[in-house]
Every structure is written in structure tokens, then in C-alpha cells.
């Protein structure tokens, strides 16, 4: 079975200074991850993925995420942050075997708020 | 043009009633799906169609109902809503069955059952 796990609900930062949105999966076989973004009353994004290649990933927007095998992990970095990057952020795994392939199943989602 | 559309956006609706949502992808997409977001935000999948046939159906109720006429539509149609159903439905779609295959979101149908 597969899961993700988001491990802050919400995450405040003010404008300019780093922002860290931690995700681990657990996956029966070799993961594909995603992070998608959703500002309010829209859909959903897609902010990068990881498939295998290289485990360090670049977005859009600035975002980065870096995938570590060893600590089943794939947290989502940028730099700086900016105000229109308040939003909801979830992380994504994909099956890549059994008879759900290509199920996306989706993290809790956390809360990024940007302050001034 | 929008990639992936869904009508209507929002719906209001009392309980018992049947209702559904359209869904069009102009990608060129083999593969569509549904998805329900609840009110805590959490996505789970209802559906996946692979060249207009399910693939997955991950244990709905039967009285939600999808169609694909075509590679370019899947239609959800729910039969006797009940309260539980209200929710943000989004419709998505990838180019082809696969996990690492982006998947393209729609704007999301807003279902209110009174």
C-alpha cells in the first residue's frame, strides 16, 4: 500500500525569509512523487515531480524539492518567499505497480501562510 | 483555452435529487478522472477511465455513476444525493495510464446538497 504523510498542517513564514513543507511516502514499489499547490477556490497545480531521475527536482516559481530513498522523504523548498505564494501545498504519490497504477494518493495538504 | 473544464461550477441542490457534472479535456489525454475533495481539503480518487473504460472505482457508492462517451469527456452523474455528497469534485486527466504521468486538474465543480 502507498501513503504520504505531511507532517505541518500549516507553516507561516514571513516574506523573503525560506520556506520548508515536509512530506514523507511510504510506497510498496518505486514512487513517483509530486507537489501540486492550490490557492483558494481553484484547482490544483502541478509545482514539480520526481520519476526516478534526478532526486533533486525543479519547479516552478522558485520551488525545489529533494527526494532522499534512505529517509523516504520529499520535502519542498524555496529560497525566499513571496506573498503569492500563500496557498494550500500537497504531496503526492503514484503508484507505480499492483492494480491501482497510476493512482494518485494525496497528502493532508499544508497551509502556507506569507507574512508581510 | 482552458485545458480541463467542468460545468457546472457550482450546484446547489436539495437531497434526493440527481444531479450531475461534466467534464471535457481538449489535451488529447487518454485518461481522465474524479476526484472528491471534502471539507477538511483531502483529495481521495473515485474514478479513473483509461480510453473511455474504468479503471478504477475506489469503493463509491453506486449511486455515483461515470460515463465516458468519448476519450475527451467524463461525465459523473449521482443518483439520490445525500448530505455526505457535498464537496469540491474535481475532474483531472494525464496523457496515458502511468505514474509518472502529470496529471492536469480541472476547476473544480462545488456540489451543496441541502
Known amino acids: 500500500a502507498q501513503s504520504v504523510t505531511q507532517l505541518d498542517s500549516h507553516v507561516s513564514v514571513s516574506e523573503g525569509t525560506p520556506v520548508l513543507l515536509r512530506c514523507n511516502y511510504s510506497?510498496?514499489?518505486?514512487?513517483?512523487l509530486f507537489w501540486y499547490v492550490q490557492h483558494p477556490n481553484k484547482g490544483l497545480q502541478l509545482l514539480l515531480k520526481y520519476t526516478s531521475a534526478a532526486t533533486l527536482v525543479k519547479g516552478i516559481n522558485g520551488f525545489e524539492a529533494e527526494f532522499k530513498k534512505s529517509e523516504t522523504s520529499f520535502h519542498l523548498t524555496k529560497p525566499s518567499a513571496h506573498m503569492s505564494d500563500a496557498a494550500e501545498y500537497f504531496c503526492v504519490v503514484s503508484f507505480a505497480g499492483g492494480t491501482s497504477y497510476g493512482k494518485l494518493t494525496f497528502g493532508q495538504g499544508t497551509i502556507l501562510t506569507v507574512h508581510p | 483555452d482552458t485545458a480541463v473544464s467542468q460545468t457546472p461550477k457550482y450546484l446547489v441542490t436539495q437531497m434526493g435529487n440527481d444531479k450531475s457534472i461534466k467534464c471535457e479535456q481538449n489535451l488529447g489525454h487518454d485518461t481522465m478522472y474524479w476526484y472528491k475533495q471534502d471539507s477538511k481539503k483531502f483529495l481521495k480518487i473515485m474514478f479513473s477511465y483509461n480510453n473511455k473504460e474504468l479503471i478504477i472505482n475506489e469503493t463509491v457508492p453506486n449511486r455515483f455513476s461515470p460515463k465516458s462517451p468519448d476519450k475527451a469527456h467524463l461525465n459523473l452523474h449521482i443518483n439520490s444525493l445525500e448530505l455526505g455528497d457535498s464537496a469540491v469534485y474535481f475532474c483531472?486527466?494525464?496523457?496515458?495510464?502511468?505514474?509518472?504521468?502529470?496529471?492536469?486538474f480541472g476547476p473544480g465543480t462545488r456540489l451543496t446538497v441541502l
Open positions: 510506497s510498496s514499489y518505486s514512487p513517483s
Open positions: 483531472a486527466s494525464s496523457l496515458r495510464l502511468a505514474a509518472n504521468n502529470e496529471q492536469f
